[in-house]
Antibody, heavy 120, light 107 residues
Framework: EVQLVESGGGLVQPGGSLRLSCTASEFRFIDYWMIWVRQAPGMGLEWVGSIKQDGSEKYYVDSVKGRFTFSRDNAKNSLYLQMNSLRAEDTAVYYC?????????????WGQGTTVTVSS | DIQMTQSPSSLSASVGDRVTITCRASQSIVSYLNWYQQKPGKAPKLLIYATSSLQSGVPSRFSGSGSGTDFTLTVSSLQPEDFATYYCQQSYSTPYTFGQGTKLGIK
């Protein structure tokens, strides 16, 4: 079954760091842009950013620039989100998703999400 | 950044009803508009991409239309499993912003 599985969420204090992972299975991971999307409690979806197939291009929403870093290990079919200097407003469920093709496509496979809570 | 505005924010309808949700972009996004369905506690599900292309496995009662700045998602005959929250998203330029969501409830 084609799937994405996130892990690494948890409770962290403001100013702390956390690393999320997203592991892909049953598809050619290297063929896809990968996306991070988050959803704060009771709120809508927010696109966090994206990383190109070879990791050479990365895009971030302004609110996380300089604090979050995307990376991927295609040999391990894995995507990573390093989150530093965390703030209360980063509290959310974080989803990874794949983006087939180019800009004209939507995110067709999503993980189940992992919850990040930033609180003292 | 491109702002996406959905209307209405919520609506109530009955099984068998035809419903339409509107999404407006703050500037032209040509046809780079996608629609997702999300149920409580679940990940979003892609319904339609590139304005009107139905994602594989999605029932044909879902359809999309529009271009430029104005887009619609239509459900031709609501089924019980369609009661959920719907989001539009532009994939024209980063950040690939979402609309605020439309919660479709049972009347």
């Amino acid at each position: 079954e084609v799937q994405l599985v996130e892990s690494g969420g948890g409770l962290v204090q403001p100013g702390g760091s956390l690393r999320l992972s997203c592991t892909a299975s049953e598809f050619r991971f290297i063929d896809y842009w990968m996306i991070w999307v988050r959803q704060a409690p009771g709120m809508g979806l927010e696109w966090v950013g994206s990383i190109k197939q070879d990791g050479s291009e990365k895009y971030y929403v302004d609110s996380v620039k300089g604090r979050f870093t995307f990376s991927r290990d295609n040999a391990k079919n894995s995507l990573y989100l390093q989150m530093n200097s965390l703030r209360a407003e980063d509290t959310a469920v974080y989803y990874c998703a794949r983006l087939p093709g180019g800009a004209g496509y939507g995110m067709d496979v999503w993980g189940q999400g992992t919850t990040v809570t930033v609180s003292s | 950044d491109i702002q996406m505005t959905q209307s209405p924010s919520s609506l109530s309808a009955s099984v068998g009803d035809r419903v339409t949700i509107t999404c407006r972009a703050s500037q032209s996004i040509v046809s780079y508009l996608n629609w997702y369905q999300q149920k409580p506690g679940k990940a979003p599900k892609l319904l339609i991409y590139a304005t009107s292309s139905l994602q594989s496995g999605v029932p044909s009662r879902f359809s999309g239309s529009g271009s430029g700045t104005d887009f619609t998602l239509t459900v031709s005959s609501l089924q019980p499993e369609d009661f959920a929250t719907y989001y539009c998203q532009q994939s024209y330029s980063t950040p690939y912003t979402f609309g605020q969501g439309t919660k479709l409830g049972i009347k």
